[in-house]
T-cell receptor, first 115, second 114 residues
Framework: AQSVAQPEDQVNVAEGNPLTVKCTYS??????LFWYVQYPNRGLQFLLK??????LVKGSYGFEAEFNKSQTSFHLKKPSALVSDSALYFC?????????????FGTGTKLQVIP | GAVVSQHPSRVICKSGTSVKIECRSL??????MFWYRQFPKQSLMLMAT?????????EQGVEKDKFLINHASLTLSTLTVTSAHPEDSSFYIC??????????FGPGTRLTVL
């Protein structure tokens, strides 16, 4: 069975400081990894994905994430946090096997950027 | 990004009635659609995965006879909550994707069963 762990319910960071939102996963097979963001009272939006290739992927709003196969991690990072980055962040893993695909989301991490 | 709509955005119904929620991909053909419930403490629970033209695959613990999913076309999937009860009150979210690309999410439907 596949699983995704976001060990922190909430991350607080001062504006201008770097931020990291952690994600680890467990799958059999090759994972496709995603980060989504949910702003207050808005639907989930895609941020970035890792399918194959470069381990460091860049996404929307200056976010990036690094795929680390040995540590089975896909942490989300941003060099300098903005107050507008405050939102709920979800990590997701997707595995395709025999024409069937399985998607699993983490429980979400609330990011609070303090002015 | 692509646009996914959900209708209605909010519905209140009496216990024992059925409610249908529509999910549409407006500007792309969605080979796969997903249905989720989002609980108050933020977690997103996958209910089922549906591929166009075939039966939905339900997650463990989700009753397929209670949550009927139809994915009759590449742009429309429906979730019908049959004989709804207060414990079915929740925020239901659909998403659509093409291939193994990222999912595009609808804005969600708030269901309240009295």
């Amino acid at each position: 069975a596949q699983s995704v762990a976001q060990p922190e319910d909430q991350v607080n960071v001062a504006e201008g400081n770097p931020l990291t939102v952690k994600c680890t996963y467990s799958v059999s097979g090759n994972p496709y990894l995603f980060w989504y963001v949910q702003y207050p009272n808005r639907g989930l939006q895609f941020l970035l994905k890792y399918i194959t290739g470069d381990n460091l992927v860049k996404g929307s709003y200056g976010f990036e994430a690094e795929f680390n196969k040995s540590q089975t991690s896909f942490h989300l990072k941003k060099p300098s946090a903005l107050v507008s980055d405050s939102a709920l962040y979800f990590c997701a893993v997707r595995v395709v096997s025999g024409g069937y695909q399985k998607v699993t989301f983490g429980t979400g991490t609330k990011l609070q950027v303090i002015p | 990004g692509a646009v996914v709509s959900q209708h209605p955005s909010r519905v209140i119904c009496k216990s024992g009635t059925s409610v249908k929620i529509e999910c549409r991909s407006l500007d792309f053909q969605a080979t796969t659609m997903f249905w989720y419930r989002q609980f108050p403490k933020q977690s997103l629970m996958l209910m089922a995965t549906s591929n166009e033209g075939s039966k939905a695959t339900y997650e463990q613990g989700v009753e397929k006879d209670k949550f009927l999913i139809n994915h009759a076309s590449l742009t429309l999937s429906t979730l019908t909550v049959t004989s709804a009860h207060p414990e079915d009150s929740s925020f239901y979210i659909c998403s659509a994707t093409s291939g193994v690309n990222e999912q595009f999410f609808g804005p969600g439907t708030r269901l309240t069963v009295l």
